[in-house]
């Protein structure tokens, strides 16, 4: 703007009264413009601008438009740094000095003078007024001292827990759910068999719910030719002619219809309907299935949702547990071993506490140990890419080699996931069967068996130790919590005899296949 104004004032002729006013008018913007932003410094540099300009105008006659055009920038300057009444103030001397430099002058009357004056006022008035109202919406939307997504996140998780409260127990469980979804929509159109999938992650699906006669091993990639990639990818029904399972062989009339379950734009999860029959789903019946899993997706997505960040606090809760166990009750009993150690080198080898002090020395030595093993059953995950029995198996071989049991393992693992919250649960269980077994039983083999094939999942620890005795107590807290995680992900505990002797724990899910 400086540049422009002295280019207005010179492009006829240098005049030694338009050096000088431009003179101090550099020297007034320079002022504004190194002080420190809202330092009186820099308010009485912008002052010297609004008063250099109105002076200048009233002495300049002819060129008083030219000099004009820097009005603006010291109200507007004034209202980004000092705020709006200081923007006003200057605003109001600059209309009081033109107004009496004119008088003074003689040239308030005169149109030259008169409209450029008006004319810029006005311009500076409006650019004050706009950038109060700029600031106000960028205080508005400027961060607080509570960082922006704990402070979301603080407000979800209370609205979250409000309605959790108000809403019956397995209202947020999805298996729960999609059962019951499987259940209405098979009540209201023709279907042999069905399931309901959602998604794990990693471009695949997991079944969340089946019904029929027999168990089928359901497409569920989505980077496959398929009705269900299909119906996942363009958030619309499908109808085909062939079956979605993979264990469906042959020329048989079949009708499918996969239905995906869209939550505002999201899709979370796709209901399959297949019947033995060709045209089994015109579009009346397609329109009355949508019907249904409208709102039901809305209400499966509200259960995956809290599953998950049920499934997240659990597991920090765990880390920070394993953290603290860490950092505090296990380096004090470390530096208490230590102690031992070093009051058994001070003694006497002849010594009647020497005993004594070997014989705690052994229990401190066993608290470690279990500590330890306490410490990678907390931390231990079912990682995304190795599955539940790779989880299942290192715990065991760990287990073993610290307590001496011969684990033997026979792992077999489709390709196709259980949900993540099913899986931490099996992983558990079978971690609490194995601590039992090595804590309790007094067992030398440890056989660790695994089938996993979604939805049907077996889980079986068995031992050759004493057994679980009617009069001994110490593994019934456990018993409780590992029936308790069963019923939680729908499961059966079974728990026998092993013959000739130990114990067998077996966690049940789903409905063993059928052979084919």
Partial sequence: MLALVATLLLIDEVRAAELLWLALLFAAAAIATVAPPGHRVAQLGRMAEVLITAFAAST?????????????????????ADGRRIAWLFLGTAAALLAVGGAVDGVLDERSYLVPAVQWLVIAGIGAFQTGIFQRVLLARRPDDTPQPYAEATRLLTQLRSVARQLPGATLDPGGLAEHLLDEVRATVPAVRGAVLSSSGGGRLVV???????????????????AVA???????????????????TGSRNISSLVVPLVAGV?????????????GAYPPALVSRVTAITGPAALRL???????????????EERQRLAR??????????????????????????SSTTEEELRVLRAEVTRVITELRLSLFELRSEVDRYGGLTAAIADYARTVGASAGLRVHLSLDESTARLPAAVEAELLRIAQEAITNARKHAGAENLWVTCAVDPPFAQVEISDDGSGIGENRPDGRYGLAIMA??????????????????GTTVAVVLGTAPRAR
Wanted: glycine share 8%; proline share 5%; hydrophobic share 45%.
């Fill in 60 to 80: 300049l006659d002819g060129d008083a438009g030219s000099i004009l055009v820097y009005l603006p920038v010291p109200i507007i300057g004034a209202a980004f």
């Fill in 208 to 226: 969340l719910a089946q019904a029929g006669v027999e168990r089928f091993d359901w497409e569920t990639a989505l980077d496959t030719e398929s």
């Fill in 266 to 278: 999201r899709t979370i999860g796709l209901i399959v309907l297949e019947s033995d029959s060709s």
């Fill in 230 to 248: 299909d119906a996942w990818a363009g958030q619309q029904p499908v109808t085909s002619g062939r079956s979605q399972a993979r264990s469906v």
């Fill in 301 to 315: 997505e509200a259960a995956l949702l809290f599953d998950e960040v049920r499934s997240l606090a659990t597991t």
């Fill in 324 to 349: 603290e166990i860490h950092d505090g009750v296990a380096q004090e009993l470390v530096m208490v071993g230590y102690g031992i150690d070093n009051a058994l080198a001070a003694l006497p080898d």
């Fill in 484 to 501: 308790e995680r069963a019923e939680r992900i729908r499961g059966r505990l079974e728990i026998t005899p092993r013959v000739p002797n």
